[in-house]
């Protein structure tokens, strides 16, 4: 195991953190397997907050986008990892904000299109069932899908 020094473990965790978003969850988890002690995570967690390289709202707002836009995941998956991270409630909620209604529902339509392309039967049962399963392992509500599968 390797010994740093504060400062060390400070620039270390400021380039952690300047290359991609993260969440308090993740640093202290980076530091505590460093085998850093609790005085010393705290104090290097208050530098990477004061200096702007840790913010959890911004990091919350980061992991919705990127989920809902890039990895095209529902509601229910994104809160289910933001709640992994450990992020408060009032912070999801506000994130959340940052998916578009609209875009909500055709990434729905879309992700319908895409999985009746993949099944070779369009109109049976079994395939209606697919979807939905598809649709809900993506972290959809069945409530806002049920209307467009026909």
């Not at 473990?9 to 290359?19: H, N, S």
């Not at 978003?21 to 993740?26: A, V």
Request: glycine share 4%; with cysteine.
């Amino acid at each position: 195991m390797a010994y740093y020094s504060i400062d060390e473990v400070k620039q270390k965790m400021a380039r952690y953190c300047a290359y991609q978003e993260r969440s308090h969850y993740q640093v202290e988890k980076k530091l505590r397997d460093m085998g850093m002690i609790p005085e010393a995570i705290d104090a290097i967690m208050l530098f990477l907050i004061q200096e702007g390289f840790l913010n959890e709202e911004r990091f919350a707002r980061a992991y919705v986008r990127g989920k809902f836009y890039q990895n095209q995941w529902g509601k229910l998956k994104i809160i289910k990892g933001l709640k992994q991270h450990q992020i408060h409630p009032n912070l999801i909620t506000t994130a959340l904000t940052e998916i578009d209604d609209a875009d909500y529902q055709q990434t729905i339509k879309d992700l319908i299109e895409k999985k009746k392309k993949s099944l070779p039967d369009n109109k049976s049962y079994q395939t209606k069932q697919k979807t939905i399963r598809y649709l809900v392992q993506k972290g959809f509500l069945y409530e806002d899908f049920i209307e467009l599968i026909h």
